[in-house]
Structures are given as C-alpha cells and as structure tokens.
C-alpha cells in the first residue's frame, strides 16, 4: 500500500471530491488517514453539510433541527482539514486541465478527483411539465417542504413507489396519513421482483393500510393538475381516464445519477460514470463512488449500480484507498430481498444503515 | 468600413467565430443574432439566407453543429447559445410581408440538369440560378424536398413551411420536374441523354438506400423485412408513411440505431401506437450524434433508450412473427476514425429483448445503380469528384451525401453551394474569393451580466396533442428570442489594443473578467499566414505588445469601457466573397 506523502520540495496532492454524501464523507475520511498532507475539498451544492438522509422520514414525526440529522460537525471538518465548499454547482470538469468548473465560473484544480454526486430523483420525461406541482424527497429542505405542505391526516400521492418513496410511507401511515400508491414498473426498485413477488408486497403495502392503484391499467399518469376549490390541492390525470387526488403528490420511480457536468469531459458514461472494481474511470485521475457510478460486473458481464448505504460506504472507502495509490476492488457489501418484518410488514436491506 | 485580404485577419475570423467555422454553409451566426436582438427579424433571415436557402426548415431540423462549437458552451462558459432556435424565430418572427432579397447576375445562356430535389440539388439549383443559368431539376418522388420531405416527420417540420422556402428557393426560374426518375430503368431519363442536352449536369441523389444490418440466419445482404413482416428499416418506414402508406407497428416496437432518423422512427412508432418503444444503442446516450432537446422529446414522449448493446439476431415463431431480438452486451472502446466511439461486443453476453416490431435504422448508402456510364467511386460507392467539383465524366457533377455519404441537411447545402461556384467558374470562367470585410463598431454591444442569462428553452406542444402531424417545437416567442440573443458573445466583434497609444497602465486587465488580455513578447504565425499562438511573458523588458485574446474574450467591453487613452478598438468582421 502506497500513499501521497508531500516533502518539503512537492506540493501536496490535491484531491476534489463531488459530492457530500455517504461516499464523499467516507473517501474524504480515507484520503485524510491516507495522505496526512494532501489537500482534500468536498464540492456541494447542498446548503447543509453531510446529514443522514435515511433518517429524513422521521422528520413527519417529531420535529427535528437538521443539525440533528447532521453526520459530522463543522468542527470535524476543520478538524481534519477538509474544506468543504457548499452550496455551488458544478458546470463542467475539464479533465485536460484538471479543472472542476463551477457555476459562478470559479475553476478548482485537481490532482485526482472523485465524482460522487449520487443520484436524484427520476421523474419521467413525460411529466417534466408537472414538475412544479411535486415534491421531491431528496434533501432535508425537500422533507421539510412536504412537511408544510401536508395538513394533519393528509393524503400523499406516490408515483412509482420506490423503496425510498415506501420508506416514508410506513412513517406516514403511523401517524394516520393516506397514502395512495399509483404502481409503476419502478415500485420496489432498487429490487428486481418477479411477477409473484410483486403482487405479494402489493397485497402487503394494502395490509399496511395503503391505498394502491395499478398503475398500467390506468395506462399511467398523464398529468398533474392544481386540485378544486374545495379539494386536495393536486389531481393526478391516468391516460386511460380517471383521477386520483391528494394534498401531495411525490414521484418515487427511483434514482438517476447525476452526470450532467461530465458530460464532455472524456469520461465514460453510460447511464452513470463507468468503472472499474477499482473505481477508476477510463481516466487515470478521475474515480467515481456511490449511485453515480455503474461498476462493471465480471460474472454479469455488464456494468451495475449498487444502491445501498452499506455498499455506497464500502465505495468510498475503496476510492480513497485507489486515489492514494492502493490497489483495491470493490465487492458487494448488501444485497437482498424483500422481507416482513415481525408485524408482517414490508422490509427492505436498502433501509439499513449504520 | 475597411476590406482585408490579409491572411491573417481571414484567418482571425475563422479562428475566433467557431459558429460559422463550424456551419458547413458558413452561416454569419453572430450577424443575424445581433440583429434578432435588435428586433429586426427580417434581416436576420436575409443573413441566413445568404449562405442557406431553406432557413425555416433548418431552424427546424439542423443538426446544430454551429452550437457544439459556441464560445458559450466551452468548458465554464455555460451552456452554448440556442441558434438553432434563433435561426428558426427569425423566421418566424419576420414580418409577413417580408421581402426576400437576391442579387441576380446576368443571364449566361448555360442550361444545366440537377438530379435530385432533396436540400443538395435545392440549394445548387437555386445558387446557380442566381448566378444565370437555366436550371432544371429531375426528381423521381412526386414533390421535392428529397429527404427533407420524406425522411423526416411533419411533428419536426411542417409540411407548409417546407413548401414554402423550396417554392422561394425555385422561384427564380428553375423548372422543377417531379415524378421523373433518372436511371436506367424503362420511362427514366438516363444520365447519358442530361449530358448531351445540357452543358452540366449535377448529381444531388443523396443517400438513398438504408445501411444493411448483418444477423444471425439472415444471409448477409438479404433484407430482413423480407425474413419477418415485423421487421423493417427506418429509411423505408419513413419514406412509405411520407408517401401516405397506413404503417402499423407493434406493441412493443424496438428501433436500432443511435442518430436522428432512429428517433423519429421511435416517435412515429409511438404515435402509430406503440406502447412500450425502446432505442437501443450500440454506445451510449452521450455519444449519440442526436440533439440533447430531441433526445429529451423523444424521452418525454415515453420512449425508452439502453446503451451498450448490438443486435445480433432474431427470435421469429413458425409464421415468421417476431418474437425478440438478440443482442450481445458491449463495452465502450477507443474512438473510430469518424469521432465517434467504438463499442465491443462482451462475448457471451447474449441476451434476448421481446418485441413485436423491429425498425432497423442505423444508416444510410448511396446507390448509384441509375448510373449509364462509368463513373469513378470510392470503396464505399460514394461518387469521387476533383478539386473542381467534377466527377471522372467531363461536365457532370456531385454535391452532397452523393460524395461525402450520409451526413446532414446543413452538410448537403453547404457543399452544395461550393459546388454551384465551381460548376459556375467551369462553365463561364468567372472566380471569387474570401475577404474580411471590418466595420468599426462606436462601442460595446453587450454586458457581462448577458453572461448569467439560462439558455431559454424550447416551447412544446403538450404531450396528450401531440400527433403525427402536429409540430412539437412551438418556436420561440419575441421576449424569449431577445433574451436567447443575448447571450450570443457576438464573437464576430475584434477588439484590439493600439499598442502604439497603449500605456500600458494595465487598467484594461485590472478589470477584466478572464484571462483575456496578456502580455506578449511575440505572436506565432501559422504556415496560412494567419495567426497562431501567443506568446507571454510576465517580463516587463520583454513585453512587446498588450494583447487581446480573442479566443478567451467574451466582448463584455469592460477594457473599452476603462481605457483611459482610448486605444481600444471595436470592428465588426464578416467574410465576404468577391468576384475577382
């Protein structure tokens, strides 16, 4: 195992990490053990430092301040020395230059970068127009404005149903909120069910008190509306007819990895970064960890994305062990199935975090 | 208003405007953006029209190569300026009496035959004219317009406009004979005869037949429709739907290939009723040569896209109904010769995709088949043509897809104007050359602040109207092209420092917003004579010259602005032909 350690006549190695989630925090960790010298700063365009995301549904039922949820303090930062520059975008990486360029047209410099940047939301292309009428559910901001915006005993509309989305529909079901779920080819992603056991969860989603409507034999949703004088302020229009209403409506058909910004770069991408086991991307001083990559699979014998906080975790730690001159692959770390828990409902290993 | 044929000033503009560098037809872009600016639509369109005839159908349709090259898209920069849609709101948004003008030469008494009415035989045809000739075209389809009209679907162009700008770009006197092939088949018009009846003949047919696509027990060149009734090619579904054929698709409808005539053939599929569409891509999305607005439509509009995957077979029932396709999983490789990326196959990897319908669109050949005489082709069977625009048979000619392979509708104009010329010069001796035509410019014409203004998108036509023939693109509106045109850096615009009043107080560098004024001690001169890199120096003995880089200056005007002495100039530069 080789390590960057600066002399007085080198700079010190100046490593950027996009991204301030669980696998930039964790590379970030590394990096510092690894090269006590080098220069580490986080890139993000969240106003918060790193918080724990998973534990955002508990936001519904006790109110929480974010420094709550916060996983490190400012002081840890300082403490070991990783600047963080928060609340900026990134418009573009010049790998020719080794430059992270950001919105406000301030290029930062790099040695070796990892890209971390996770993934947001999808929201199908064909609701792009309906956007301003959903809530997303990626970020403490987003969890507060669904807090605001659903009145006690309230209805939630789920598009899709993703395990992110079901995870704060088990929260809003204990504190006596509707949930309407319009199924989609997505709910349970990041699982891949059969047929069988899809319908098996359904009926379980329905024994949890959910409401849940097929989404392909509505023909799917067309359109959100703004609701009626004197009902719930959206309308979700199927394409087959109908409607369904709700104080909130929120999609949950999975993630997209967010690589726009690397686009143009000479990076590999598919539908996120490709890589290695190693982590590195088709160029030496790039890595890429966490939902934004797409590991390439030997025995598949195609690349995968890897979900899970536990996985996720394991990423970063890999990429700040090969951003210092380390040699190690990444291995699946969490995988699984659907279960029930002991009340016989639903549970998922992507829940799981420590 | 100064005139330069000094290498170094042509080469200045083609350096430093990468739009029209990089427009195959030369199109002024900074010109007709800073008059869609000024609110004056109908010069900007008479600007596009100067070096493209059809401008409300590229504003359309154009592959945008211009926007790829915008000073505005460059690493930091942003995202590039919509020219494309400024192009089409020019259009659109001239005043309906708008007056077209042309600059007729006098009549020469020379006839010549276009084969071919597609946007390479339009655009030859109409430049000839301009410049005397008699000019007939011979088109085998009922209407002209070549691919422009049969390839492509009303939803990207309306079928009105197309009509419109091809009635403007014939209307000079240019004999249009539709319905009549040319070839050698019984009741066409062979190229032999065109030879004797005309003084030149120019060859515009385009690519015309699909790439064949090799599969698992198919034999190699047979066509796959005639394996499947469920299995078709692009060009060929298009081209029958344009024609006014009921084509039917699937439920589950999956189209190969990766450029535009792959997407619209998904965005057909679904408005014939596919249900579940899915392009599938040999590399992946970012490598396709496609528009990001267009992918995102086609994506909107439900269609699915997956990456990293190469047909390698059918799957067909006892009837021949299809039941999937095979396809081998890929990896991205190293880059082919044409700039795009490689993909290769993972062996083993095989798998199978249901569907009911297969649209095969993953390129286009020519076919010179119609040919009588001996004609020399290169190993892809595209036509050869000499430095004259000449092919190997005196006083015929080739522009377009004809000699380069497919391409696109701005590729096919612009070698077809280039063309035109040359035929021109060989039929009556005329010549013309480039040179820098330089207005000075009394003062800035745009704020940094322009610098922060988004790209602004794209009205469309809302998802539940959108049908066969209802346009998606609304075009933009006056407000939304004025601000879209003012995010254009006018990279036409040269500032240059009078080192000989400078002072060198280097205020002009104090305020401005980039590295873009240096100081020099020299400046290379390329083999072109035009000029080549700067060399800096941070050396006070050595600096010769204080210097404006123009490639990284965007014209905030903040150094004029500053300049105590004044020694800054603006000129507007545009490059011009002259007979000589």
Known sequence: ?354 | MQFSDDPRDIGWVRTNVPCQNACPAGTNVPAYIRSIAEGLHGQAYEINRESNVLPSVLGRICSRPCESACRHGWPGNGEPVGICSLKRSAADLKDSGHRITERLFAPTGKRIAVVGAGPAGIAAAHDLSLLGHDVVIFEKEEKPGGMLRYGIPEFRLPRPLLDIELHNALRLGVQLRTGTPVGVGKGAVRVSTLLADFDAVLLGTGCMAPSRLDLRGIPPGQDPSRVSQDVEYGLHFLMDLHRGQNKRVGRRVAVVGAGFTALDCARVARRLGGMEVTIHLRTSEEYIPVTHEELFETKREGIRIKGLRTPVGLQLDDNGRLLGVEFVQNRLGGWRDNGRRLAVPIEGSEFIETCDTLIIAIGQVTVNDFLDMRVELDRWGNVRIAENGMTSVSGLFAAGDFVHGASTAIQAIGHARKIADKIDTWLVGRKRRQVVQMEPVAAPLRDHAFDFIQRQAMPTTPLPERQLTREVECGLTRDLASEEAKRCYLCDLRYQINVDRCIYCRACIEVAPRNCIKLISDVEIQKDGSYGQLLETKEWSRVAAIWIDNNECIRCGACFKVCPVACISITRNKLITVDV
């Open chain 1, 1 to 354: 195992m080789t390590a960057h350690h600066a002399s007085p006549s080198v700079p010190p190695h100046r490593y950027v990490i996009i991204g301030n989630g669980v696998a930039g925090n964790q590379a970030a960790e590394g990096l510092r053990s690894r090269d006590p010298e080098g220069l580490v700063t986080i890139i993000t365009n969240n106003r918060l430092l790193f918080y724990n995301r998973y534990l955002l549904p508990l936001l519904f039922r006790s109110h929480k301040d974010w420094r709550e949820l916060q996983s490190h303090s400012a002081d840890y930062y300082q403490k070991h020395r990783i600047r963080v520059i928060r609340d900026v975008r990134v418009t573009a990486v010049d790998a020719g230059r080794r430059q992270v360029m950001l919105a406000h047209k301030e290029p930062i410099t790099y040695d070796t970068l990892l890209v971390a940047t996770g993934g947001r939301s999808y929201l199908p292309e064909e609701l792009a127009d309906s956007r301003h009428l959903l809530n997303s559910f990626g970020t403490y901001e987003q969890a507060m404005a669904v807090k605001k915006a659903l009145p006690d005993r309230g209805t939630v509309v789920m598009l899709g149903g993703d395990m992110i989305g079901l995870d704060l529909a088990r929260t809003l079901l204990s504190i006596d909120c509707r949930v309407v779920l319009v199924t989609h080819e997505t709910t349970f992603w990041p699982h891949q069910v059969t047929p069988e056991v899809r319908m098996e969860f359904l009926n379980v989603l329905r024994d949890m008190g959910m409401d849940v409507i097929d989404g392909d034999a509505a023909g799917g949703v067309t359109a959100i509306e703004p609701g009626t004088a004197g009902l719930p302020a959206r309308r979700v229009v199927f394409r087959q007819g109908g409607d369904v209403y709700g104080d909130v409506v929120m999609p949950f058909y999975g993630l997209v990895p967010s690589v726009e910004f690397m686009m143009g770069s000479g990076t590999d991408i598919e539908r996120g970064i490709l890589v290695g086991t190693n982590l590195r991307t088709n160029d030496n001083h790039i890595f890429a960890a966490g939902d934004v990559c797409q590991i390439w699979s030997e025995q598949e014998h195609a690349y995968r994305f890897y979900y899970g906080y536990q996985n996720v975790r394991a990423m970063g730690a890999v990429a700040a062990s090969n951003m210092t001159g380390g040699n190690e692959h990444f291995a699946i770390t969490q995988n699984g199935s659907l279960r029930r828990d002991g009340h016989g409902h639903i549970d998922s290993s992507f829940w799981a975090y420590d």
